[in-house]
């Protein structure tokens, strides 16, 4: 079935250290994927995303590789603070494409 | 732009009571919106996506009667926990995504119920 999942459940870093949140994938056809970042009691806020058609997209601070023939993706989040604390979400379309499929999220942690 | 409201942000009902969370897009027209369940410490679990106009399209395992889902405009989504119990407890979000971006979801703040 369809499942989007994370190697690490937490991750801790130091300030100003760069950031790298992997999430791998099961399904082959999925051609879109999200990053979402979740503050404690809050909803998740999107922070980037990438197509299938792409291996890498930058935005402020963070970066997202794709990497379809092992079925990876990652988030790389430059110059780590304290404000990037939060649990991060990859997610990817289901097959319909109606809907989006959350992986189990990676707890990132800054200490100053 | 693309903000998403969720009220109420917090709720506590007694049991055998019904609960309606409501979701709004402040800024853009949604054409679609999803409902998600939220445990402590664990991702998000769909429930239903909503379509303005139409009936909500429920995930495996959902009970339709229970959560009664209304897509009545294009910025407005309702949750109604119907005769809620101690197990409905949890954290409720919704999203929208309209004409901003097609495959983007944007989130409400969530609203955490309780039920006594």
């Known amino acids: 079935g369809e499942s989007v999942g994370l190697h690490l459940p937490t991750l801790s870093v130091q300030e100003g250290d760069n950031s790298i949140i992997n999430c791998a994938y099961s399904?082959?056809?999925?051609?879109?994927f999200i990053w979402y970042k979740q503050e404690s009691g809050k909803g998740p806020q999107f922070i980037i995303d990438?197509?299938?058609?792409?291996d890498k997209r930058q935005g402020q601070r963070v970066t997202v590789l794709l990497n379809k023939t092992v079925k990876h993706l990652s988030l790389q989040i430059a110059a780590t603070q304290p404000g990037d604390s939060a649990v991060y979400f990859c997610a990817e379309t289901n097959q319909a494409g109606t809907a989006l499929i959350f992986g189990k999220g990676t707890t990132l942690s800054v200490s100053s | 732009g693309a903000v998403v409201s969720q009220h109420p942000s917090w709720v506590i009902c007694k049991s055998g009571t019904s609960v309606k969370i409501e979701c709004r897009s402040l800024d853009f027209q949604a054409t679609t919106m999803f409902w998600y369940r939220q445990f402590p410490k664990q991702s998000l679990m769909l429930m239903a996506t909503?379509?303005?106009?139409?009936?909500?399209?429920?995930e495996q395992g959902v009970e339709k009667d229970k959560f009664l889902i209304n897509h009545a405009s294009l910025t407005l989504s309702t949750l109604t926990v119907t005769s809620a119990h101690p197990e409905d407890s949890s954290f409720y979000i919704c999203s929208a995504r309209g004409d901003l971006a097609k495959n983007i979801q944007y989130f409400g703040a969530g609203t955490r119920l309780s039920v006594l």
């Open positions: 399904n082959s056809a999925s051609d879109y």
């Open positions: 990438i197509r299938s058609n792409m």
């Open positions: 909503s379509n303005e106009g139409s009936k909500a399209t429920y």
